[in-house]
C-alpha cells in the first residue's frame, strides 16, 4: 500500500481537501509535493547543517542517540521564521480540515541520521491514552477510539533527497487506527498487521503524518548525515508527551515573534514568550 500524494494548488477545494481528509483517515499519511520553494529548503538546510556541524544541535539535543540520530529542538529564527514554512494558506487550509480552526505549532524539530544509524524502534509519536487505575492494574479504555480525527499531525519535510540507501522513515499505513486501542498491539503484530513503506523522494518532497501513526528510521548507509524537519501542528488543547520534560518545548523569541505578522501570531501560543504573566 502506498500513501496518497497530493499536489496542492495555491487555494484547495473543498472537495481536494476533503480527499486528504479521507487519505488521512484511512492511511494516517499523505504525501505533499513541492510545498516549499526550492531557496527555502536551501537555507533550512544551510541552518540546519550549521548548527549540526558546529556541535550545538547534537549538544542541545531532545534525545541524543536513537539507533544513531538524534533530534533537537530548533528555535523559530533566521530561515525558520519565514512564514511560507509555518503558514503557507494551502498548508493552513489542509491542517484545518484535518485539526479545526483552532490549532497550534506544537514544536520544531530536526532529527539528524547519521551515517551508520541503524532502524529505528517502532513506535508512534504521541498516543492518546486514557488509562486508569484499579488497584495496581492500568486498565486502557475499552471503547473504540480508532475512528477519532487527528489531534496533532507532522509536517516532516527532508533537508535533502531520500532514498532507500539514505535514512528514509518507514511508515505503516492504516497503523494509527491501532494506536488508541485499550491493549497497543506490539512490534511483531503491527508489522504483521500493517505493511511498511519507506517514503523516498526527491528534496522538495514532505509528507504529513498522523501522531498515532506507527513508522520508524531506517538505516543510513550513505557517507553523509541526513537531516529532516519535524513541524508538529497540534489542537490546541493537546500537550505533546515528548516535550513534558524540557522548557521551552517550543522555542521563539520575544523578538522574533514581534515579525510574526499579528494574524499568524497564534499559531505560537504555547511559547512561552506568546504567554501573560499574570504574577511577576
Ligand atoms: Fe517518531
Known amino acids: 500500500m502506498s500513501i496518497a500524494a497530493v499536489d496542492l494548488p495555491r487555494r484547495p477545494s473543498p472537495r481536494l481537501l476533503s480527499r486528504v481528509q479521507s487519505a488521512m483517515d484511512k492511511d494516517g499519511a499523505v504525501a505533499l509535493a513541492r510545498l516549499f520553494p526550492p531557496a527555502l529548503l536551501s537555507a533550512l538546510r544551510a541552518e540546519v547543517l550549521r548548527r549540526h556541524r558546529s556541535g550545538e544541535l547534537r549538544r542541545r539535543g531532545l534525545v541524543r542517540d536513537i539507533a544513531g540520530r538524534y533530534t533537537a529542538v530548533l528555535p523559530f529564527s533566521g530561515p525558520f521564521l519565514d512564514e511560507r514554512l509555518y503558514a503557507q494558506p494551502r498548508l493552513l487550509a489542509v491542517l484545518g480540515a484535518l485539526l479545526g480552526a483552532d490549532f497550534r505549532i506544537g514544536s520544531l524539530e530536526a532529527v539528524i541520521a547519521l551515517p551508520g544509524a541503524y532502524e529505528q ?34 509536517l516532516c519535510v527532508p533537508l535533502c533527497d531520500i532514498s532507500e540507501e539514505n535514512g528514509p522513515t518507514a511508515l505503516y499505513p492504516g497503523s494509527h487506527r491501532a494506536a488508541l486501542r485499550a491493549k497497543v498491539p506490539n512490534e511483531a503484530r503491527l508489522k504483521r498487521q500493517f505493511k511498511a513503506q519507506a517514503v523516498t523522494g526527491p528534496l522538495g518532497d514532505c509528507f504529513l503524518f498522523d501522531y498515532r501513526l506507527f513508522h520508524c528510521g531506517l538505516p543510513n548507509f550513505s557517507r553523509e548525515p541526513r537531516p529532516i ?46 504567554r501573560r504573566a499574570l504574577w511577576d
Request: aromatic share 8%; net charge positive; charged share 25%.
Open 121 to 154: 524502534h517502532l513506535h508512534a509519536d504521541g498516543p492518546l491514552r486514557f488509562d486508569r487505575v484499579l488497584g495496581r492494574r492500568a486498565r486502557g479504555f475499552a471503547g473504540d477510539l480508532s475512528r477519532l480525527p487527528p489531534y496533532a499531525v507532522t
Open 229 to 274: 524537519l519535524m513541524l508538529v501542528f497540534t489542537r490546541a488543547w493537546f500537550r505533546d508527551p515528548n516535550l513534558a520534560d524540557v522548557h521551552p518545548g517550543l522555542v521563539i523569541a520575544r523578538k522574533d515573534l514581534a515579525k510574526v505578522p499579528a494574524r499568524r501570531r497564534p499559531l505560537f501560543a504555547l511559547a512561552p514568550a506568546a
